[in-house]
């Protein structure tokens, strides 16, 4: 059986943006929903929901750095920062600012402005270079972005445009406690070595279906020990007035059960974990070094086609990789570029064309994972070259 049930008639280098699921986790995900409709009742209120859900908790805990009594699971990761961000509206107060970077992910940033409307305060954004030479530089960004009013930086761990590795934990230990600092892992884990713990912020929010490869509506949240009390699901249902028998206290009582949904995404993340793993003989550090040894090749087979230097070091790159294009001879459009488009009609490549930071700047990022080969990225270059010079 192939472990990959990707189109071979496309090339994809678009991991980064909805993962890829192999054949047998889906199974294993069947295997589940069957056995919930055998009997929902039983399975849902008769113990074995927790149950299951609560090893997947240790698992996934275990792999990402965290206690699990810290740990709860969401749809994505954006949901994870939405239920933050509406916890900690209360404790704003008007003027006090949410710091984000020009690099957020467009929805967490929404997020953020409309936490602030809520409440009168701000959102404010750092400027961060890109091209850039060291991640100094987007240390200096933020910090020099905050005020004696700054409450809370969100921050990507990978951004998802640019693709930058991005000095979470060097921020976390400048700001914290007296800025909260929520960090976006979406791309984290799985890609890069990762710790929540040792970050050292307040909150952790992270995808399960990206380099992690679980079915897809699978993601966690993940806060320090002195912030749980005061973090609440954005949805308000059962456990907000322990209404869910959860035995894992506050936290897990909010968002163990926020009503009736298709929990199999998040109860087979540990056979994911299982299955990836085994797909390099040095299991999970040999996938992570592998997809960025391809990486880096592929980004290297793109700077010598466009003739342009490293827009960023090596060592800020993980799995997934932006390279400036030349700006675009059309307006582009809110996200993506017509570019992106033609790759994929003409050239049968998925790979993201960004228009950012503004019409007509461009990037183009390509991911690895392992199904990926060098070669892929030399038919991306003679696509790109053959549409660039149209």
């Known amino acids: 059986m192939t472990a990959w049930l990707l189109d071979p008639e496309v090339l994809h280098l678009n991991h980064g943006s909805f993962g890829a699921t192999p054949a047998g986790v889906l199974e294993a995900q069947q295997a589940i929903r069957t056995r919930i409709e055998a009997n929902p009742t039983r399975f849902f209120l008769e113990g074995e929901y927790q149950e299951r859900l609560d090893d997947t908790r240790r698992a996934v805990a275990e792999f990402v750095g965290a206690d699990p009594a810290g740990l709860v699971f969401v749809t994505n990761a954006t949901a994870g920062v939405n239920s933050v961000l509406r916890s900690l509206e209360p404790s704003l107060s008007p003027g006090d600012e949410i710091l984000v970077t020009d690099h957020e992910y467009n929805a967490c940033a929404n997020a953020a402005a409309v936490s602030a409307s809520r409440v009168g305060a701000v959102v404010t954004t750092a400027a961060v270079p890109f091209p850039l030479d060291d991640r100094s530089e987007i240390v200096d960004a933020v910090l020099?972005?905050?005020?004696?009013?700054?409450?809370?930086?969100?921050?990507?761990?990978?951004?998802?445009?640019?693709?930058?590795v991005m000095p979470v934990d060097e921020l976390a230990a400048r700001l914290e406690p007296d800025v909260r600092v929520l960090v976006d892992a979406a791309h984290a884990p799985g890609m890069i070595d990762f710790d929540v713990t040792e970050l050292g912020a307040s909150?952790?929010?992270?995808?399960?279906?990206?380099?992690?490869c679980s079915a897809k509506g699978a993601a966690f949240l993940w806060v320090r020990p002195d912030r749980r009390d005061g973090v609440h699901h954005a949805v308000v249902s059962h456990g907000y007035n322990g209404g869910w028998p959860s035995e894992g206290g506050h936290l897990h009582a909010q968002f163990d059960w926020t009503g009736t949904h298709d929990p199999t995404a998040w109860l087979t993340v540990a056979d994911a974990l299982a299955t990836v793993e085994a797909m390099h003989p040095d299991g999970w550090p040999g996938v992570k070094a592998a997809i960025r040894e391809l990486c880096l090749t592929g980004r290297d087979v793109l700077m010598e086609a466009l003739g342009i230097a490293p827009p960023a070091p090596a060592d800020m790159i993980g799995a997934i990789a932006s390279v400036p294009l030349p700006p675009a001879g059309n307006s582009g459009s809110a996200i993506f570029d017509p570019l992106m488009a033609a790759l994929r009609d003409r050239h049968g490549i998925e790979v993201p064309v960004f228009t950012w930071p503004a019409p007509p700047e461009r990037v183009l990022r390509v991911s690895a994972h392992l199904y990926n080969r060098p070669d892929d990225y030399d038919l991306l270059a003679k696509a790109l070259?053959?549409?660039?010079?149209?």
Do not use: F
């Open 385 to 390: 070259t053959t549409e660039l010079s149209d």
């Open 144 to 164: 020099s972005a905050v005020t004696d009013r700054t409450r809370i930086l969100l921050i990507d761990a990978v951004t998802s445009a640019t693709g930058l």
């Open 203 to 212: 909150y952790v929010t992270a995808n399960c279906h990206k380099w992690m």
